[in-house]
């Protein structure tokens, strides 16, 4: 039981799309409207520049490392870390409250 939580807890971390809601913010434009129509740090490379994409590129990592290092911490199992860091490649991938349309992934 305390995997499955911890399978959906890593998948809406994964969830978290740094840049839609930074390129949202501060363009007021959709990044999945331009470029490459994915929410990672390269389209929003391709579409702001440095200043957004460093901060969304750091976050895209963190949210891999986090899952893989409290799954080590607690169940010290090789096996857990890679479920949890699946979970959270999918909600990068597909976050629900984005229609199921995100990054690639690649990041995270």
């Known amino acids: 039981m305390r995997l499955a939580f911890f399978q959906l807890a890593a998948y809406l971390l994964g969830s978290l799309s740094p840049g839609y809601f930074l390129v949202k913010y501060k363009a007021r434009r959709d990044i999945r409207e331009v470029g490459s129509g994915s929410t990672g740090a390269t389209n929003v490379l391709r579409y ?4 957004l994409a460093i901060p969304v590129m750091l976050f895209d990592l963190f949210k ?5 290092y409290l799954a080590k911490l607690w169940w010290r199992d090789e096996r857990f870390a890679l479920l949890g860091l699946i979970a959270a490649v999918l909600g990068h991938c597909f976050p629900f409250y984005l229609k199921f349309k995100g990054g690639k992934g690649v990041a995270t």
């Open 64 to 68: 891999g490392f986090l899952p893989v």
């Open 48 to 51: 702001q520049g440095w200043k």
